[in-house]
């Protein structure tokens, strides 16, 4: 699961802020796995879901809906916690358009 947030800039109309919830799904293919690092130690994934989008702006208060695509890998440090860059698509159907939204990340992560 994931929660989102981001600045919404529409062209002439200021700003607002936009909220995303996404349920991922995730495909993984861990590489370089050993005694130490079971479950691999690199591990490329991609991941994908429909998602409930608000925004809240001073000229537009909606909920829509919309699709997450992201690809990106995780680098073991310890077993337990990762780090790794990602990049993430959305395209969000605002009425009767579609905006379609990009962003890099970076994370931190602990394996339970």
């Given at each position: 699961?994931?929660?989102?947030?981001?600045?919404?800039?529409?062209?002439?109309?200021?700003?607002?802020?936009?909220?995303?919830?996404?349920?991922?799904?995730?495909?993984?293919?861990?590489?370089?796995?050993?005694d130490t690092f079971t479950s691999g130690r690199f591990v490329p994934f991609?991941?994908f879901s429909p998602a409930i989008v608000w925004t809240?702006?001073?000229?537009?208060?909606?909920?829509?809906?919309?699709?997450?695509?992201?690809?990106?890998?995780?680098?073991?440090?310890?077993?337990?916690?990762?780090?790794?860059?990602?990049?993430?698509?959305?395209?969000?159907?605002?009425?009767?358009?579609?905006?379609?939204?990009?962003?890099?990340?970076?994370?931190?992560?602990?394996?339970?």
């Amino acid at each position: 699961m994931d929660f989102t947030w981001n600045q919404f800039k529409p062209k002439n109309l200021g700003s607002g802020d936009q909220f995303a919830l996404s349920l991922l799904a995730r495909l993984q293919y861990p590489l370089m796995g050993d005694d130490t690092f079971t479950s691999g130690r690199f591990v490329p994934f991609l991941m994908f879901s429909p998602a409930i989008v608000w925004t809240d702006h001073s000229a537009d208060n909606r909920t829509e809906f919309g699709v997450v695509a992201e690809a990106g890998f995780e680098y073991f440090v310890i077993p337990k916690l990762s780090i790794g860059p990602s990049f993430r698509y959305r395209h969000v159907w605002l009425g009767s358009q579609g905006q379609d939204q990009y962003m890099a990340l970076g994370r931190l992560a602990y394996h339970f």
